[in-house]
Structures are given as C-alpha cells and as structure tokens.
C-alpha cells in the first residue's frame, strides 16, 4: 500500500480506506513505541540486559496496558473522526446494530477489560515463549524491542483497528440506545476514576519489574532501593500519564459532546464564550497538583522503602496524576466543543477538502 500524502488524509475516505490507512500509521506508532519502551526498560537494568523472567513478565504487562489504551484511543478517534466527516459510508456496508448503549461506562470498560484479558494470554503465551528460547541467558535491547512489538505492538494494532471500526459504526449508525449524561459525572466518575484506576494499576506492575530484585533496608551496596531511586525518573511519569490521559479524555469528551451527549448542570458556568474557550488555565492547575502530590509522595516515602511501599507511591501518583488530567480533559473538550470553541478534530476544515 502506498504512504498516503497529507491531503489525502484530510480527504474523506470509504470505511475500509479510511481502516487501512489507519492501520498503517498505526504499524508505525507501535514500532516506535516499542523501540521507546525497550530503550527505557534496559537503561534501568542491571548492565542494561534483563532475566528471562523479566523480560517475560514486561512483556505481558506491556501488551495488556497497550491494548487497554489502545482501545479506548481507538474507538473515540473513530468516533471523532467519523462524526467530523472524514469517514464515508458506501453501499457495500451494513448498518450495525447495538442491543445496548455502547457508550455506557459498562459498554466502554467492558470492552477494554476483555480486551486486556486477551492481550494478558497472548502476551503470557509469548513470554513463557521467551523464557524457553533464551534459556537462563539474559535478554537486551534487540530481545525486548522484538518482544514488544510481538506481543504489545501486534495486539494493540489488531485491537485498535476492531476498537476503531466500533466507534466508526456508532457515529455513522447512531444507535437508539444511546443517552446523554452529566458532565461532571461523565468526566469524573465514569472516566477518569476507571482510567485512574488502570494507570495505577499498570504503573505498579512496572514498578515491581523494575525494583524487585533490589536490595531494601541496606544503606550501601550497587542497588539499594532508595526514596532517590523510586522517584528517580518522577518528571517523565508525570508527564507521559499526562499526555496519555489528556488525550484520551480530551477526545472523548468532545466526541460526544458533538453527538449532543453530554448535558452541563450549569451552562452559564461550564460552558465558555466560542470566541475563547476554556484554554490550557486547566492543566495549568493540574501541573500544581501533580507537584503538590510529588511533594507528598515524597515527604511520605521513606528514605529506605520496601518493595511495596515503592509500588504503592508509584501507582499513586500515577493514578492521582491520570484522574485529575483526565477529568479536567473531558470537561474542557466537551464544553470548547459546545460552544463551538474547538474543532471535533484539530486541523481538520471540511471546506479545504471540498475542492
């Protein structure tokens, strides 16, 4: 398939185009992505190479987290970009029906859940895979990264690709059954406490991976778990659950504020003026509280702590840094999109591609 140029893809496409462009770009995504993490995972080993049981169980969690993100990414860029337009639909395809309200918080989650469990054996499978070919030899950079794309890259790709079609098929189909819902409730409760929740989650299986086999409670040796070590890479933990969280709830809230679905307790408070917007003053506030919280984990930690008082600082401050990104995401796109302050997707003017 030829690289698509970049007025192709502000071009409308048929549904199967507009998949299989998407596809691509996400085989490029997910090469990258698993260069990244492979690259991080042996800077912070032992002479940078990992046990097979290591690399096996990274492996695993990296294809579970990735499918789990990827799933709900998927699915409202679909949504997003075929409400905006930039989908076509065409005779060879069949409306989809739905029993249920696929953008229920149960329909959402439940997706990603049964997604993830299919990613956790696919990616177990591959890493006991692992664990017999290298044999008690250790695994570096070359391993990983292969290993990753593997499990994590191939998994996210395929997943996204079914998540992504879903949300097509909901914007084009607009089921019955779907409802508006509070804001405040939508952002807070059924968005960013569940993604909080998966963030925590993921953060402190990588942070056991990273720490279990430290020495803890001793005050010399070459790797001793310490306060310094824990919160070592702290700025990179907060900004990547940053990015990750304000995209997927930013996306979220304004795809469904474009489907009318999202109703505003107060109007006059919540939404904005459509010639300014709510602007970044939100995640102004919440780079404070991330540090507010760093503050605390780190008054809180010990200067020596075990293995689980290290994972539990992690996952919270993860978690904590993923829910109030990602409540704050949601609001401020649903409200710039109802009042007509944003594009459904940036860069994107139907009028330029009508020529």
Not at 172 to 186: A, C, F, I, Q, S
Not at 207 to 216: K, M, N, R
Not at 268 to 281: E, L, R, Y
Request: some cysteine; charged content about 15%; proline content about 5%.
């Amino acid at each position: 398939m030829k690289r698509p140029s970049r007025r192709q893809l502000l071009r409308p496409l048929p549904v199967r185009d507009y998949l299989r462009v998407n596809m691509l770009f996400a085989a490029i995504i997910e090469i990258v992505q698993a260069a990244l993490f492979a690259g991080i995972a042996a800077s912070r080993a032992d002479a940078h190479r990992l046990t097979a049981t290591q690399t096996a169980v990274f492996i695993a969690i990296s294809a579970v987290f990735a499918v789990g993100i990827g799933s709900v990414i998927g699915f409202y860029s679909g949504l997003s970009e075929a409400s905006a337009g930039l989908v076509l639909t065409d005779d060879a395809r069949r409306p989809q029906t739905f029993k249920s309200d696929p953008l229920s918080p149960r329909a959402i989650w439940g997706r990603l859940a049964a997604a993830a469990l299919v990613a956790a054996a696919w990616g177990t499978g591959l890493g006991m895979l692992v664990v017999a070919v290298l044999n008690g030899r250790q695994a570096g950079f070359a391993v990983l990264f292969v290993g990753l794309l593997v499990a994590g890259g191939a998994a996210s790709a395929v997943n996204g690709l079914l998540s992504r079609a879903t949300g097509v098929a909901v914007a084009l189909d607009r089921p019955d059954t779907v409802r508006p819902r509070p804001v405040r409730r939508r952002a807070w409760r059924q968005f960013a406490l569940p993604l909080a929740a998966l963030v925590a989650l993921v953060n402190g299986s990588l942070t056991w991976l990273l720490f279990h086999d430290y020495a803890v409670g001793a005050e010399l040796g070459p790797r001793v778990l310490t306060e310094q070590q824990v919160l070592a890479d702290v700025l990179v933990l907060v900004l990547l659950n940053t990015l990750v969280s304000a995209f997927i709830c930013g996306r979220a809230g304004r795809a469904e504020a474009a489907m009318k679905l999202v109703t505003f307790e107060d109007a006059t408070a919540q939404i904005p003026d459509a010639k300014s917007g709510f602007g970044i003053q939100a995640f102004v506030y919440t780079a404070v509280v991330a540090l507010l919280v760093t503050s605390l984990v780190r008054f809180l930690l010990p200067s020596l702590p075990n293995l689980w008082e290290a994972i539990a600082a992690r996952a919270f401050l993860a978690g904590s840094t993923a829910f109030v990104v990602g409540g704050f995401a949601y609001v401020r796109g649903a409200a710039n999109m109802t009042a007509g302050a944003q594009r459904l997707v940036p860069r994107y003017r139907p009028a330029e591609v009508a020529r």
